[in-house]
């Protein structure tokens, strides 16, 4: 079982940043693909992020409307993985959520690969 906390949610303006983490309980953290996905007001979940710990190389994927904005990183001494949020926009409010895929050399881009989850926390962007 995995217990996953994040944190770092908040209100921001329009073009602002903000960084999440979330912190795992897993005892053999490095082997787990880690992801964030987001659900916003009335729709779908959706896959944002993942990351791959691999042979002492990280391996990072995003969804398409996130490139180039956002940054999935982690610290695997810490336990923890981080989602950068730059020049974030309306359309990025929603519930973020971190959450952890089963040991695989597939990366999970779809919630329902996902085994883990944490709580969530509230992201929303001002214009």
């Known amino acids: 079982q995995v217990q996953l906390v994040e944190s770092g949610g908040g209100l921001v303006q329009a073009g602002g940043s903000l960084r999440l983490s979330c912190v795992a309980s897993?005892?053999?953290?490095?082997?787990?693909?880690m992801g964030w996905l987001r659900q916003a007001p009335g729709k779908d979940s959706e896959f944002v992020a993942a990351i791959r710990w691999s042979g002492g190389a990280t391996y990072s994927y995003y969804a398409d409307s996130v490139k180039g904005q956002f940054t999935i990183s982690r610290d695997n001494a810490k336990n923890t993985v981080y989602l950068q949020m730059n020049s974030l926009k309306p359309e990025d409010t929603a519930v973020y959520y971190c959450?952890?895929?089963?040991?695989?050399?597939?990366?999970?881009?779809?919630?329902?690969?996902?085994?883990?989850w944490g709580k969530g926390t509230q992201v929303t962007v001002s214009s």
């Open positions: 897993a005892r053999t953290f490095t082997s787990y693909n």
């Open positions: 959450a952890a895929e089963r040991p695989g050399p597939i990366v999970g881009r779809t919630p329902g690969e996902y085994d883990y």
